[in-house]
Structures are given as structure tokens and as C-alpha cells.
């Protein structure tokens, strides 16, 4: 069993900057994909960010790509998201999420673990 807590959120200008993280507990998420997703309110959960489980390769959806940075550091079984030029309509409720998987998804329905999420507002 993995356990997803999810941390770094909060209130920040359009245009500013956030970092958050996804710590891991009960088993090493080395093997895992690990993604990041959003939810604004009444919206579906959305694909936001991929990374593969040796971090070589990673995916984004189009609304972040050059925006948003995924990394991983296996050793403290740490997820990141860094957020730049964060704009309005990355409001939302953000959650990580791991899969047993060997290819990189934005699927949520692939992914096997999740935290309860932390949530992100960009005011305008």
C-alpha cells in the first residue's frame, strides 16, 4: 500500500510561482509513474503531468507545457511539481497519484494510489 500526502499549495498573483509535494509513505514509489492531476470545482479530474519511474521521461498536458516542471527524487520518495506563470485557470484542488505502469498515462483511471490533495488558487 502507498500513501500519498500532497503539500505546497495555496494562494498566490497570476503570474507567481508554487512548488509542491508529494511524499510517500508505506512503499518506495521507485518503481512507480507518478502523475500529477487537478479538479477545479464542478469540472472532472484532469491529466496535468507524467514522469516515469527512473524520471528519464516525462509528459504534460498542453494547458501547462512550458509552464509546469515534474520531477522525482526516489531517494526521499518525493514527487515535485513546480508551478511558473500560473494563471487563473489553474485554480483547483491538485493530486498526485501513482501508477504500477511502464509507460508514461495520463489516464487516471490507470493510477493506483492517490493523495487527498492540496489546493491551488490564482487570483487575478
Known amino acids: 500500500q502507498v500513501r500519498l500526502v500532497e503539500s505546497g499549495g495555496g494562494l498566490v498573483q497570476t503570474g507567481g510561482s508554487l512548488r509542491l509535494s508529494c511524499a510517500a509513505s508505506?512503499?518506495?514509489?521507485?518503481?512507480?509513474?507518478m502523475g500529477w492531476f487537478r479538479q477545479a470545482p464542478g469540472k472532472e479530474r484532469e491529466f496535468v503531468a507524467v514522469i516515469s519511474w527512473s524520471g528519464g521521461s516525462t509528459g504534460y498536458a498542453d494547458s501547462v507545457k512550458g509552464r509546469f516542471t515534474i520531477s522525482r527524487d526516489n531517494a526521499k520518495n518525493t514527487v515535485y511539481l513546480q508551478m511558473n506563470t500560473l494563471k487563473p485557470e489553474d485554480t483547483a484542488v491538485y493530486y498526485c497519484?501513482?501508477?504500477?505502469?511502464?509507460?508514461?498515462?495520463?489516464?487516471?483511471?490507470?493510477?493506483?494510489?492517490w493523495g487527498q490533495g492540496t489546493q491551488v488558487t490564482v487570483s487575478s
Open positions: 497519484a501513482a501508477g504500477n505502469l511502464r509507460f508514461l498515462s495520463g489516464d487516471r483511471g490507470l493510477y493506483d494510489y
Open positions: 508505506g512503499r518506495t514509489i521507485g518503481t512507480y509513474t
